[in-house]
């Protein structure tokens, strides 16, 4: 990832990672081990959606790694073609001096092409985040949140900023410039804090105890009969007043990876947090079923994709040096070509199992009917609800 960390700042990131990959692998095992068997012994049900929702996402990765090497040789192709018009071989020099990014990746920077700057990273990013973007507002899984009466704009912004970060990342990687940087990582701490907000929203609303009230009472003093609205309200200008001060942060701490690594990562611990006691602390009107086959197996996929993405992630930040120093091509070939690409696809998917299960808890508890899982004919798996009528968990 980014080559220019002192020691300290990636001795920090390793610690980090190396502890979210010990909650995220213990948390994996006890759902897939022991929750979900004991789930379905209870239930006396057999059927199993985990293989199923595997096979999904392998097919969704799949499918993103080819087409961004489409894209990859497209732009490779036109890079080449424009390269061999221009008399002078300066251009790729001028660009290089051009560059306001504080961060720069692997791949080698305008070696292929004098106008995009990482073929590779860029055309993943435009290959990974933005279809299952513009999949999640247009298509089929948008019938499932968009037609709701209440609570589903929340997953429009989240969508939405998914596929800004697709725009963002695309800019990042084509220009490595600090404009196209801003664009990348500000929509990355916006869709970590949309998915705090609905994560922590679905808590309050489904605990024994209505911490949506007690928080009203206790900020606003009001009566706990109408404290409820008050209450989201509050969770609503919390997260959207955090965001804010995050985007502020980071505008005046740019150069500094660690400020924004920070706020990243404080979001998105909230958010694993939320999906965590979604998933084991929850009641959701004893649904057995709904647990070990929708939620549950949503909860592992989206676990062992964040412990993959995570993986990739610190490998290039890590080891990209010593790799750019290897004899071995192939060694070199991966690490300039396949590392940071898969980050890409990896976090695409990551990002949206997330949102399919938090959608699936918000579902269930607002009465949208039975969560179900579906898969694409190309794979990628998603939530839908079925015409059944259901209590409203609070």
Request: a neutral charge; glycine letters at 8%; one cysteine or more.
């Amino acid at each position: 990832m980014p080559q220019n960390l002192d020691e300290h700042t990636r001795s920090v990131i390793v610690k980090v990672m190396g502890a979210s990959l010990a909650i995220l692998g213990g948390a994996n095992y006890a759902a897939q081990c022991v929750v979900i068997p004991r789930l379905r012994r209870r239930s006396g049900n057999k059927e199993w959606t985990g293989p199923r929702l595997l096979l999904g996402c392998m097919t969704t990765l799949l499918w993103m790694h080819i087409l961004s090497a489409f894209f990859t040789l497209v732009i490779i192709a036109m890079g080449s073609l424009d390269n061999s018009t221009k008399a002078d071989t300066t251009s790729s020099t001028d660009d290089l001096t051009q560059l306001t990014s504080s961060i720069n990746f692997c791949e080698d920077d305008f070696a292929d092409s004098s106008w995009i700057a990482e073929p590779a990273n860029t055309a993943s990013s435009l290959a990974s985040y933005c279809p299952l973007a513009l999949w999640g507002i247009f298509g089929l899984p948008s019938r499932e949140w968009s037609t709701r009466v209440a609570g589903h704009w929340r997953f429009g912004v989240a969508y939405g900023t998914l596929l800004a970060i697709g725009i963002g990342s695309t800019l990042l990687h084509a220009l490595l410039t600090a404009g196209a940087q801003g664009g990348d990582e500000l929509p990355m701490l916006w869709f970590v804090a949309s998915l705090c907000f609905i994560g922590l929203d679905v808590i309050l609303q489904g605990t024994s105890i209505n911490l949506s009230v007690l928080i009203s009472t206790m900020v606003f003093g009001k009566d706990p009969s109408r404290a409820q609205k008050e209450g989201r309200w509050f969770l609503h200008w919390l997260i959207c007043g955090s965001a804010v001060v995050a985007t502020a942060v980071y505008c005046f701490s740019r150069e500094n990876f660690l400020p924004f690594y920070i706020m990243f990562v404080l979001y998105a611990t909230t958010s694993t947090i939320g999906l965590i006691t979604i998933c084991f602390f929850l009641k959701w009107n004893d649904d057995t079923q709904f647990r070990s086959n929708v939620l549950l197996p949503l909860a592992v996929c989206t676990g062992w994709m964040a412990i993959v993405a995570i993986v990739a992630w610190v490998s290039e930040m890590l080891f990209c040096l010593s790799a750019q120093q290897q004899a071995n091509p192939i060694i070199k070939f991966v690490w300039n070509r396949g590392v940071h690409p898969f980050w890409h696809c990896s976090s695409a998917l990551l990002a949206w199992l997330s949102i399919q299960a938090v959608l699936a808890g918000q579902g269930l508890q607002r009465g949208w009917g039975q969560p179900q899982l579906q898969c694409a004919w190309f794979g990628v798996p998603y939530v839908t609800f079925s015409k059944m009528k259901l209590t409203k968990q609070i």
